[in-house]
């Protein structure tokens, strides 16, 4: 009877539910043996040693002073949220204007890198460039080289061209990296040559077929190289901190600092400056680690 009913369901064009059914069965569970347990455990406590700071920096930034100095330690602001925190963080010092600085300074060295690696990455793949090859490792020995040693140059540099304490003394020197040139070249030499050639028959020139073939093809790249820029700027202390005179020109990871006080010391305040800081590198990590897994892997296989 049962053969009967899969047979007229099949004639009738109903067979879906008997395929979903079918396949239900074929994803059964495996077996909970010992050692996938044991991965479970170990995956789940390293999830947890990863995400407790950024757990206890959220709530940390609510706590008054008697949640934070408590013993054991208190891990809720059991004696009520503070929103003063980040009201006292902004009043503090000029975190809104550091903020600023943070963040033009750091779209402004993405976009440069991201600029900059296309057209040397585009030369390194597409053009007869004499030698490219020795321009390429000339390209990755330059990651090979301390950001300490050339501090002291480019220091001397931004000073007598009388950049210290602008927006380009914290921005030019970081606007071509090697890897990001790596990275898009990887990228391209996954295209077939014949993608060149047809855009060429077709009368497109290097930077049609750059912006409206190459660009497009390698949007999961560039996302990635553009989340690594960004990040790498967003997070940069030292410089920073050489090359601005003033609190208006600071960035916020120099303002967190500031937060600090010998004199009256609150780690609520601090905290709150720091989730501030790190809001977003969250959103882009969280947003955007498709793309870095995507961009990272383009060009691996060809």
């Not at 070249?185 to 060429?200: D, G, I, K």
């Amino acid at each position: 009877m049962s053969r009967t009913a899969t047979a007229a369901a099949t004639r009738s064009g109903d067979a879906r539910p008997v395929r979903g059914t079918l396949a239900a069965r074929k994803r059964q569970r495996r077996p909970l043996t010992l050692g996938r347990v044991l991965t479970y455990a170990a995956l789940t406590l390293g999830a947890v040693v990863v995400l407790f700071p950024v757990y206890f920096g959220f709530v940390g930034s609510f706590m008054g002073p008697a949640d934070i100095n408590a013993y054991p330690a208190s891990l809720w602001p059991f004696n009520g949220f503070r929103v003063e925190n980040f009201t006292g963080a902004l009043d503090s010092i000029p975190l809104g204007r550091q903020y600023v600085n943070s963040v033009v300074m750091a779209g402004l060295i993405t976009l440069g890198q991201i600029v900059t690696s296309l057209l040397a990455a585009y030369a390194l793949v597409f053009l007869k460039v004499r030698g490219r090859v020795f321009w390429f490792a000339l390209f990755l020995c330059s990651m090979m080289v301390p950001a300490e040693a050339i501090i002291i140059p480019n220091y001397l540099t931004m000073s007598s061209a009388g950049l210290i304490n602008t927006i380009p003394a914290l921005v030019l020197p970081f606007l071509a990296h090697g890897f990001g040139i790596f990275l898009l070249r990887q990228a391209f030499l996954s295209f077939p040559v014949e993608l060149w050639e047809a855009a060429r028959i077709d009368g497109a020139g290097h930077m049609r077929f750059l912006l409206s073939v190459l660009v497009p093809l390698s949007k999961p790249t560039l996302a990635a190289l553009g989340i690594w820029s960004f990040l790498s700027a967003w997070n940069m202390y030292f410089w920073p901190l050489l090359v601005t005179q003033t609190p208006q020109m600071q960035t916020i990871q120099i303002g967190i600092t500031q937060l600090r006080s010998a004199d009256n010391f609150n780690a609520g305040l601090v905290l709150a400056g720091t989730v501030l800081a790190i809001i977003p590198t969250l959103l882009l990590v969280i947003f955007g680690q498709r793309f870095i897994v995507r961009g990272l892997t383009a060009g691996s296989i060809k």
